[in-house]
T-cell receptor
Framework: AQSVTQLGSHVSVSEGALVLLRCNYS??????LFWYVQYPNQGLQLLLK??????LVKGINGFEAEFKKSETSFHLTKPSAHMSDAAEYFC??????????FGKGTRLHILP | EAGVTQSPTHLIKTRGQQVTLRCSPI?????VYWYQQALGLGLQFLLW???????NRGNFPPRFSGRQFPNYSSELNVNALELEDSALYLC??????????FGEGSWLTVV
């Protein structure tokens, strides 16, 4: 069965600094991997997804994630944080035909 | 094109009551997923329906149930409500296991 671990329930970065949110997964088959973002009092919005094409995936709002099979990781990065990036971020894994499993989420705080 | 729509957006129920939440998927999507997002517990998978059938179920008691209708819309029913059922209930839809898209959720408060 697949699972997802997000390291750090809260991450704080200064405006303009690098954002790095960590995600490790386990899956018995080559997975689909996703990052979703949830702004306060809203549903989840897809940021980006990996489906076994390019290992570096570019998403919306300047975010990208790199699939590293050897490390079973799919960390999310953004070169320069903006105040509007403050939200909760969820990593998710799917083995294509089954349900999508989410990590517990990481709340990103942006410091002025 | 309309996204996933859920109703009601907010509701308050008393412990022991029953509640029904509704979800309309994106047009053309045949799968509907239900998740519970309780404070401090992250997103917990509840149910997955595809083509009218229940395909998978999370680790929730039987008082959580649902169904999917021929038009692919779905209901989530929770019987004998308990205080810890207070949460945001998110519905999502997809087509054949591809990317799932979420609705805005239904906020349930049990008092």
């Amino acid at each position: 069965a697949q699972s997802v671990t997000q390291l750090g329930s809260h991450v704080s970065v200064s405006e303009g600094a690098l954002v790095l949110l960590r995600c490790n997964y386990s899956s018995s088959v080559p997975p689909y991997l996703f990052w979703y973002v949830q702004y306060p009092n809203q549903g989840l919005q897809l940021l980006l997804k990996y489906t076994s094409a390019a290992t570096l995936v570019k998403g919306i709002n300047g975010f990208e994630a790199e699939f590293k099979k050897s490390e079973t990781s799919f960390h999310l990065t953004k070169p320069s944080a903006h105040m509007s990036d403050a939200a909760e971020y969820f990593c998710a894994v799917s083995d294509h035909d089954d349900k999508i499993i989410f990590g517990k989420g990481t709340r990103l705080h942006i410091l002025p | 094109e309309a996204g996933v729509t859920q109703s009601p957006t907010h509701l308050i129920k008393t412990r022991g009551q029953q509640v029904t939440l509704r979800c309309s998927p994106i047009s053309g999507h045949t799968s509907v997923y239900w998740y519970q997002q309780a404070l401090g517990l992250g997103l917990q998978f509840l149910l997955w329906y595809d083509e009218g059938e229940e395909r998978n179920r999370g680790n929730f008691p039987p008082r959580f149930s649902g169904r999917q209708f021929p038009n692919y819309s779905s209901e989530l029913n929770v019987n004998a409500l308990e205080l810890e059922d207070s949460a945001l209930y998110l519905c999502a839809s997809s087509f054949r296991g591809n990317t799932i898209y979420f609705g805005e959720g239904s906020w349930l408060t049990v008092v």
